[in-house]
């Protein structure tokens, strides 16, 4: 069989969480009929979600993949195609730049936009995964606000960790920090501010080794390095603050990454690459927001759409 000739789109958007779907929006909206390739399963961070609160516009609040089934069908309405695939290899060392997105085909693009977001690292137990949505979380700006009066346990000892302690003291009777060293990793300004909020209590050299409950959480057991003892401390949440790792693979060694793996960029949205913008959680560690980005989602589409207007001059 003849390979499959390559499809041309002026604009090519990896990922489809809300970075993606609103960079297509404004694309769309910009008549450059964007390709959305999209990931498996489509959707981001928020397909793992139940409630959303605290998006602008939804004053009763919001299931995650309700919301982005509404991203999508706004992006489609205004002339987004989806390929439902993954990016395997790109080429932009020429242009038009080039994707292979495997049995779904190649894609060449004048511009693209990275958002391919970034994933929360997890403990990895089966107990945390089934109850992931019902009291596990890794985000206290989302969910904190569910578990008002309630013990909650929080697992890190970096800076996420101490600010989402923090953070939870808010609504929560207390909050139990549990890190698998005596020594935290965070800042000393964080640190110091948690070590003095008087709700919250700390658990160091010890491990969440399982988390209880049947539907909901209802306690976490926790093992102590030091003596070998487990003990079941009940907590309604547990809120896993151990990192995010970016999902960047396919673009190492194709444009510039941080140390952690992140894009670099400048100007908000331009990578190291004329032409390739990114936007979401794949550069911006910092706010970590729907909403948030969202925002470099619309911007990434506004510089991707000029830089393409000029070129064409
Ligand atoms: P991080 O600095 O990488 O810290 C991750 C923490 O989780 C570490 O304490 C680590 O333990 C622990 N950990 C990792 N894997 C684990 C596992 N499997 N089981 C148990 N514990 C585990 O991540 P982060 O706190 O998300 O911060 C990421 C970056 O963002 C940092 O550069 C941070 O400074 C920055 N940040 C800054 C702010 C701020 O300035 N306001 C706020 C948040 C984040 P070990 O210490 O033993 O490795």
């Known amino acids: 069989m003849a390979a499959q000739e390559p499809v041309h789109h002026r604009l090519v958007i990896v990922g489809s969480g809300p970075a993606g779907l609103t960079a297509a929006i404004y694309a769309a909206r910009a008549e450059l009929a964007p390709l959305v390739i999209a990931g498996v399963p489509a959707g981001g961070q928020l397909m793992l979600t139940s409630d959303v609160e605290n998006y602008p516009g939804f004053p009763e609040g919001i299931l995650g993949p309700e919301l982005m089934d509404k991203f999508r069908a706004q992006a489609a309405r205004f002339g987004t195609t989806f390929w439902d695939a ?10 038009p730049f080039e994707l292979d997105a495997g049995s779904s085909g190649t894609v060449l693009a004048d511009a693209v936009i990275l958002a ?24 206290a700006t989302c969910d904190g606000f569910f578990f008002k009066g309630q013990a909650l346990a929080v697992v890190g000892g970096g800076d996420s960790a101490m600010e989402e302690a923090t953070f939870l003291t808010k609504f929560a009777s207390r909050v139990t920090v549990i890190h ?62 151990i990192g995010h790792d970016p999902a960047t693979e396919v673009f190492r060694g194709v444009l510039d990454l941080d140390e952690r793996g992140y894009v670099r960029t400048h100007e908000i949205t331009r990578t190291s690459i004329e032409g390739v913008f990114a936007a979401g959680d794949v550069y911006d560690h910092r706010y970590r927001q729907a909403v948030s980005a969202a925002g470099l989602g619309c911007m990434a589409a506004l510089d991707a759409e000029k830089w393409l207007t000029h070129q064409s001059e």
């Open 180 to 241: 698998r060293r005596q020594e935290l990793r965070a800042s000393r300004i964080l640190e110091a501010r948690a070590r003095a909020n008087p709700k919250i209590d700390w658990r160091l050299s010890s491990e969440v080794v399982d988390v209880l409950g049947a539907d909901r959480v209802e306690g976490v057991r926790v093992h102590d390095d030091r003596t070998g003892a487990v003990e079941t401390l009940p907590v309604g949440g547990l809120f896993v603050a």
């Open 116 to 139: 391919t977001g970034a994933n929360a690292r997890w403990l990895d137990l089966p107990s945390e995964q089934r109850l992931r949505g019902k009291g596990v979380s890794a985000c």
């Open 86 to 95: 993954h990016v395997r290899a790109v080429r932009f060392d020429r242009h």
